[in-house]
């Protein structure tokens, strides 16, 4: 009896640990309980601290570049990189590791920059389209005729219009970027408007606008969140392809993708001129890609394991 | 998924490096092939029948008065000719037109036309085409600067090969002029058939007559079996590939794809010269390229800060960055080989008399503006380097670099502060070279909206001054009077470079147009 209820409390005790040490790694908040996912994709949280070192580089830039972006060298012009020089120069004698450096700041400015109003925009616009379904007709139809160009295509016509330069560069890749927003906006906002506690929240009077941004938005965010990752991704991509066609940053400006268009000329003699901007693109696109993928996993309970 | 995802993104880059590292080897030794070009043999046989061009334009029409731009004559010229032509040392030379001469008042030029030469579609080219042709010239827009002294009421036809050419007041100028690839001589009877779409029946006089071609892509010419010029030409089939990517041509001359290009790249010059198996052609032309201020607006209606920015600029560093050891260091206000060239110096680098300049003109501490340039790499470059000159005297200067179709309508509208431009003055005489600054310009492109009575009154009598020492020094007074204004800061007399495959013999560049003529042209 005494053996068998000592045993039994031993047993409650050692679930009662096991539990406390379930708590302790296993949070019950839900962002909590998503970043513990997150950490578990290995690839994706790799992919974060690289986009973080990133982030401190371009803050940084200024400090650790070794020469200044625009320092033009006609004794150094075209070097293949060396101790001087790790990146080599450019057909101006100028430093390519202190490019890259600063056009670190660019590339992530405009990335974030332009998913920030684009999804802003884009998920209001979905947001409003799927709550009240008079506007929905009218919205998304001006939605998909913006959305039927392809993307690239529209933002070059933009950039073409208004005019080269980061500005105009930036409203290009906004508003080809908003359609994916408001797409995606507009359907998870169908899908959860007609759920109980948007009902109960309506039959106690609660405005339009407390049901959409209380408790419409916060539910719906985990897609946009992804989505906007990989937009940031997308985004890069697209201001670097357009300054690569002349229609984005002006010179001197070191953004990447205005780089590899100067180092094309000389792609077979010094080769470096180009693949170097092309691997800081293909990196970063690369993390920021596997990190909306870590997101999307983490954000979704039914794919867990 | 995500494993095999990088896996692509690996295998991408290893790809592309390992191409690029293929395309990095491969440079073969040896010294540039001389030539005996233009060989002067009665009997010449081509050893092969197909001539493919690589070219950076496509030439859009096929209308003989239209578009300024030497590489759509380059191939035009093959098609359609004029009564006379300039050689490579400038002097004018015969054509369709055998000889010519002056009335005694110097207001009547008479030609008498070659007999015997025959349209791609079988009939004899007589006065009347010549008539016709000179008028619809005259009433196009890049073509009519030719005209614009001819007296139409006095001009006529005498006989069948004889026509006289009247001018309004004494224009010396003007047959070099006609010697300008936009005054082609077409069939009026070919013309009035087409209902004047070009596109249907291009018929010349030229050695070559367009077979096929696929617009924007490939245009095939098929030798002229009528030609006026005996034995010519001695390649049956010309191929013009439209490449518009400079590099690219490099890469098809190198691999056997094209046999000559058009405008081979600086940044390859380098490259092809040590390559075996190509000859590459370099040769100053009458071109200059400019900085061209806008004189109309701010900052730039005021001279001090015009003179200011020549003083700042160190030209000779920028050219050999940008042009890369092609070309020539502007040394004037036109090539040295245009007749009225005057030797008068340029603006040298000169920071403290910059800072001087701009202190007098009220602004010590600089100023901003935009320096417009179209998307030739050269240009751009030193586009880049100005700006980076121009930043070290505290001259904020915005590059912006644009399509040449947008550009032409920027400058049209006068919207540039200063901008980048070239101008070949293709009748190698001072006229056209200076009559760009004259306040009425007549040359369908305005550049610097500046105006000096003076200066226009010079250019005008030198216009009408027979003897050609008197003229000279009108044009030299002329453009003293350019560089103290400054509306123009000269950067370099660019280099004409095109490559061939070394069996390629008989070609020549062409210094006047740019435009080099494939008759001459054969495959040892």
């Not at chain 2, 001539?51 to 098609?79: E, R, S």
Request: aromatic share 10%; proline share 4%; charged share 20%.
């Amino acid at each position: 009896m005494t053996a068998s209820s000592k045993t039994m409390d031993q047993k409650m005790a050692a679930a009662e640990a096991k539990r406390k040490k379930r708590m302790k790694k296993k949070p019950t908040t839900m962002a909590g309980e998503t970043w513990h996912r997150f950490k578990k994709n290995k690839l994706a949280y790799i992919g974060m601290w690289y986009l973080i070192a990133m982030v401190v580089i371009a803050i940084l830039a200024p400090v650790i570049a070794p020469y200044g972006m625009d320092d033009q060298n006609a004794d150094a012009i075209l070097l293949t990189p060396n101790a001087d020089h790790w990146f080599g120069t450019d057909n101006f004698g100028r430093d390519i590791l202190s490019r890259i450096l600063y056009g670190s700041r660019i590339s992530l400015m405009v990335g974030f920059a332009t998913v920030v109003f684009s999804m802003t925009i884009g998920v209001v616009l979905g947001a409003l389209a799927a709550y009240y379904q008079k506007l929905d007709n009218v919205m998304m139809r001006i939605v998909d005729i913006i959305g039927g160009i392809p993307q690239m295509l529209l933002a070059m016509a933009i950039a073409a219009s208004l005019g080269s330069g980061l500005r105009n560069m930036m409203i290009a890749v906004i508003i080809s970027t908003i359609p994916q927003y408001a797409r995606i906006t507009r359907s998870s906002v169908l899908t959860i408007k007609e759920s109980e506690y948007v009902e109960a929240a309506k039959s106690i009077g609660a405005s339009d606008g407390h049901i959409i941004f209380q408790h419409i938005l916060p539910n719906v965010m985990s897609p946009i969140i992804v989505q906007s990752t990989l937009g940031v991704a997308n985004a890069i991509m697209a201001s670097a392809t357009l300054s690569f066609m002349g229609l984005g940053i002006q010179p001197p400006s070191p953004e990447w993708g205005a780089m590899l268009a100067a180092g094309r000329v000389y792609l077979r003699d010094y080769p470096h001129m180009c693949i170097i901007p092309g691997v800081a693109l293909l990196l970063i696109s690369y993390a920021l890609n596997v990190l909306g993928d870590g997101f999307r996993d983490a954000f979704d309970p039914r794919l867990k394991n | 998924m995500k494993t095999k995802r990088f896996l692509a993104m690996l295998l991408a880059v290893v790809t592309i490096l390992g191409c690029l590292a293929g395309c990095a080897s491969s440079n073969g030794g040896g010294g540039n092939n001389t030539l005996d070009p233009g060989a002067d043999i009665g009997e010449i046989r081509s050893s092969k029948d197909t001539l493919i061009v690589g070219t950076p334009q496509d030439p859009a029409n096929f209308d003989p008065n239209d578009n300024a731009i030497q590489m759509v004559w380059a191939f035009k010229k093959n098609i359609y000719e004029t009564l006379v032509t300039l050689d490579n040392e400038g002097n004018i030379v015969p054509m369709l037109a055998e000889s010519w001469e002056y009335s005694d008042d110097y207001m009547e030029l008479t030609f008498h036309l070659r007999q015997g030469v025959i349209f791609h579609n079988g009939e004899e080219m007589t006065a009347e085409d010549v008539l016709f042709s000179y008028q619809r010239a005259s009433e196009m827009a890049n073509a009519s600067p030719s005209f614009t002294m001819v007296d139409w009421d006095n001009t006529r036809i005498v006989d069948e090969y004889t026509i006289v050419i009247a001018t309004k007041q004494v224009y010396m100028p003007q047959l070099n002029y006609l010697a300008f690839p936009l005054t082609a001589i077409f069939s009026k009877k070919a013309y009035e058939e087409s209902g004047g779409d070009f596109f249907k029946a291009p018929i010349g006089t030229g050695p070559y007559k367009v077979a096929n071609y696929i617009s924007g892509d490939t245009y095939e010419l098929e030798a002229h079996d009528q030609y006026w010029e005996e034995g010519k030409p001695y390649i049956q089939h010309v191929i013009f590939r439209v490449i518009t990517e400079a590099t690219n041509r490099t890469i098809e001359l190198e691999t056997g794809g094209v046999d000559l290009i058009y405008e081979a790249p600086a940044s390859d010059i380098e490259r092809l010269s040590s390559n075996e198996d190509v000859v590459v052609y370099r040769d100053t032309s009458l071109n200059t390229n400019f900085i061209l201020f806008r004189c109309d607006h701010a900052p730039f209606d005021n001279q001090l800060l015009r003179q200011a920015v020549a003083y700042a600029v160190d030209i000779p560093t920028a050219i050999e960055t940008a042009y890369k050891g092609t070309g020539v260091v502007a040394t004037g206000w036109c090539s040295p080989s245009i007749s009225g060239y005057a030797d008068i110096g340029v603006y040298e680098q000169d920071l403290d008399k910059a800072r001087e300049l701009m202190a007098e003109a009220g602004y010590p501490d600089g100023f901003s503006c935009t320096l417009y340039t179209d998307t030739t790499a050269e240009r751009r470059d030193l586009a880049e380097i100005l700006q980076n000159q121009l930043g070290e005297i505290g001259i904020d200067c915005k590059v912006e670099s644009m399509e040449p179709v947008a550009y032409q309508g920027m400058y049209a509208r006068g919207e540039h502060d200063f901008m980048l431009y070239g101008l070949t003055i293709t009748t190698a005489e001072g006229d056209k070279a200076f009559r760009w600054w004259h306040s009425e310009n007549t040359m369908g492109q305005q550049f610097d909206a500046w105006s000096d009575p003076e200066y226009d009154a010079l250019l005008d009598e030198a216009a009408a001054t027979i003897d050609e020492d008197a003229r000279n020094e009108l044009y030299r007074q002329a453009q003293e009077m350019l560089k103290e204004a400054c509306v123009v800061i000269p950067t370099v007399h660019r280099e004409i470079l095109s490559a061939a495959s070394a069996s390629l013999m008989g070609f020549e560049n062409d210094l006047g147009y740019e435009s080099p003529l494939l008759k001459n042209c054969y495959f040892a």
